[in-house]
């Protein structure tokens, strides 16, 4: 393989990478606090329609990233309502989001574009293709400050690990929990707005194809620490980058490329390879002390 | 007054989510009343309307029972998309394999092979979970994905019929197939796919409910997913439970292949399904993980899915995409009823 090939192969490596690793960070805010957070999947499609539909609206593509963050920490609250105020499930509330985000901006879409659940094309000087990127890069070292080094990231891994210890100690559970919850869904969101007005020029149905899924696969494999989610990011960016390259090149066929991340994740949980080990509050629901 | 208890929450969830959706109807700016007679109306006509019903309720029943069936163990079990995946490859792979073999025993051995991989899809993330700890609801994420790619490898590069546009397999054997509804009902056109796995269905119904609350085995996994750790003191094998429930679990979304390939294409489709292992969620949710509540959820959803495809052509702005909205958000409400039932705690490691 020339040079150039895998120079071009590296930079669509963190091209692809970038959604995941918006996403997976966010699912680390959520899941640090103890909240389950399988509905980035879904939070990825309330971005990408989100910043598609406002930049097609105002012409300009940072009003459509910020409305799709707002978006983004909107969707995520109702999963921190159901989650914290109401203690349902997580994981079905997180199922329940991903398939009402599946339905409602492909309707929405579908009904002011008159279109099968697609928005309108942008123009070329309306996509912001490099802005995410370095957002979610620069992201990294700050998630890792945000949670090491500052009062709010020790309340959050406080949270997350003994809730109980936590509010004995005066930490409001539930305040700190909707914050992280609501960041995850802000984060996830430029991520999707990547999907739609940085990689793409337009939202299409389900543009997302199951990207949240990997996130949460790279934030386990991961280990649920910004750096190695980070790595684990770019190495399933690249097993994409490298489906989308050999694609009818090579003799080996891409499902099988297509389901590295799938396949390490179970091998990492299962303890074969080091063990990942996940907050010792997650997914279990709090009730403060009055 | 015990069953009205039981029917009032899920009435509730689905009058509350039918509201949302026709705030979001309106907001489109079409009318929610025209909208829903459409949905629901457009489900309810003899033959067509009925027939179509039945025949999308019928995987929703399989995967409901699924759904159902994990979570009475203690298990979420998001993977009957890819159990059922799997399921209906080989369930083509042997009605094309064994093509030769006479119905009777063809029959019986394509019921067999959705079962077994069915049962070994949903087997391994039981024992990921028994032996290694691993928590079901990542590992069966992973392996939908894992099965649908598999799937369509297989299909892809070893069973297209060469120069068909489709990525669909070569058909399956004649002798494989099993009888639509309409050769039995008069007045009932056999061009409905509604086949014999609906009644298979409602039977299947049936054996679950005797397995889980008349057998031994159904005890002890309904024991474990009560409390483990009592279980566990009262002498039950915990492992071996959740082993045998997520099997069971996936042999049950695995038999949406008879409806599918053997009832109804009588070939393995790429991506045929419309979500139905994620709806089947919804399903036992709602269906409050009764083999007679998923019947009945099955048969909403079922009307849904119908409804929705005259919803998508007849109104003006309103897609089909209204099914996934009211579906959603009856999961949600129905999810949040825990806060009316007291603190439910599953302690979940690995997510």
Redesign the interface.
């Known amino acids: 393989m020339s040079d150039i090939l895998i120079v071009a192969l590296l930079f669509s490596a963190v091209r692809l990478a970038t959604p995941l690793l918006l996403a997976a960070l966010g699912g680390l805010f959520s899941?640090r606090s103890g909240i389950?957070n399988?509905a980035l999947e879904g939070l990825l499609l309330a971005g990408a329609f989100t910043a598609a539909t406002v930049t097609h609206y105002t012409g300009k593509p940072w009003v459509g990233l910020a409305a799709a963050i707002l978006a983004g920490a909107l969707v995520a609250l109702?999963h921190g309502i159901?989650c914290i105020?109401?203690?349902?499930?997580?994981?079905?509330?997180g199922?329940?989001?991903?398939?009402?985000?599946?339905?409602?901006p492909?309707?929405?879409s579908?009904?002011?574009f008159?279109s099968?659940?697609a928005t309108p094309q942008l123009p070329r000087e309306q996509l912001i293709p490099n802005l995410p990127i370095a957002i979610a890069f620069l992201l990294v070292p700050v998630t890792w400050y945000v949670l090491n080094r500052t009062p709010f990231g020790l309340r959050l891994r406080a949270v997350g690990e003994n809730p109980e210890a936590a509010d004995t100690a005066g930490v409001k559970v539930s305040r700190v929990r909707y914050a992280a919850v609501m960041i995850s869904g802000a984060l996830a969101a430029i991520g999707g707005a990547y999907l739609s007005i940085g990689q793409s020029s337009l939202f299409a149905?389900n543009m997302s194809a199951?990207r949240g899924?990997i996130a949460?696969?790279a934030l386990?494999f991961g280990k649920w620490r910004p750096v190695q989610t980070m790595l684990a990011c770019l190495l399933f960016g690249f097993a994409e980058a490298l489906s989308i390259q050999m694609q009818g090149v090579s003799q080996i066929?891409v499902?099988?490329i297509?389901?590295v991340p799938?396949?390490l994740?179970?091998v990492v949980?299962?303890?074969f390879i080091g063990h990942?080990?996940?907050p010792r509050a997650?997914?279990?629901?709090y009730?403060e002390k009055r | 007054m015990k069953l009205l208890r039981e029917l009032l929450f899920p009435l509730a969830a689905v009058a509350a989510a039918f509201v949302v959706g026709a705030v979001?109807i309106l907001a489109?700016?079409d009318s929610p009343v025209t909208t829903y007679t459409l949905l629901i109306g457009s489900a309810l006509t003899w033959p067509d309307g009925i027939g179509y019903t039945l025949f999308y309720a019928t995987p929703l029943i399989f995967t409901g029972l699924a759904v159902a069936v994990a979570f009475r163990c203690g298990l979420?079990n998001?993977g009957a998309e890819g159990q059922l995946y799997i399921a209906s490859f080989v369930t083509a792979w042997v009605g094309i394999t064994c093509a030769g073999l006479p119905a009777l025993v063809l029959v019986p051995l394509c019921f067999l092979a959705a079962l077994a991989a069915g049962g070994f899809w949903g087997a391994v993330p039981g024992v990921?979970k028994a032996r290694?700890?691993?928590?079901e609801?990542?590992?069966t994420?992973?392996?939908n994905?894992?099965a649908i790619?598999?799937a369509?490898?297989f299909t892809?590069?070893h069973y297209k019929p060469p120069g068909d546009a489709l990525l669909e397999t070569v058909p399956i054997g004649e002798n494989a197939h099993i009888a639509r509804l309409g050769r039995f009902v008069p007045g009932f056109p056999e061009r409905i796919p509604l086949n014999l796995a609906f009644p298979l269905a409602l039977v299947t119904c049936l054996l679950v409910y005797l397995f889980l609350w008349r057998t031994r085995w159904g005890y002890q996994i309904r024991a474990t997913g009560a409390n483990a750790e009592a279980a566990q003191y009262g002498g039950i094998a915990t492992g071996r439970q959740i082993v045998l429930a997520m099997a069971l679990s996936g042999a049950l979304a695995g038999m949406v292949g008879i409806n599918e390939v053997l009832g109804y294409r009588y070939r393995y489709y790429d991506s045929f399904s419309s979500?139905y292992g994620?709806t089947g969620?919804?399903v036992a949710?709602l269906g409050r993980n009764h083999p007679v509540g998923v019947i009945l959820a099955s048969l909403l959803f079922g009307a849904l899915l119908r409804g929705g495809l005259f919803v998508d052509i007849f109104t003006e702005?309103?897609?089909k995409?209204?099914?996934?909205?009211l579906?959603?958000?009856i999961?949600?409400f129905?999810?949040?009823?825990?806060?009316f039932r007291g603190?439910?705690?599953?302690?979940?490691?690995?997510?």
Not at chain 2, 321 to 325: P, Q, W
Request: aromatic residues 10%; hydrophobic residues 60%; proline residues 3%.
């Open positions: 899941e389950i399988i109702l159901a105020q109401f203690k349902a499930d997580q994981v079905v509330s199922t329940a989001i991903n398939i009402l985000f599946l339905g409602v492909a309707l929405l579908g009904a002011l008159a099968t659940g149905r199951g899924f949460l696969a386990i066929p499902q099988f297509q389901i799938y396949v994740t179970i949980l299962a303890g990942s080990r996940a997650l997914g279990v629901p009730q | 979001l489109v700016g979420l998001i990921l290694f700890g691993a928590h609801v990542i590992t994420i992973m392996l994905f894992i790619a598999l369509s490898y892809q590069y979500g994620f969620i919804a949710l702005h309103v897609s995409d209204l099914v996934l909205v579906q959603g958000t999961i949600l129905v999810a949040a009823e825990a806060a603190p439910f705690g599953r302690r979940i490691k690995g997510v």
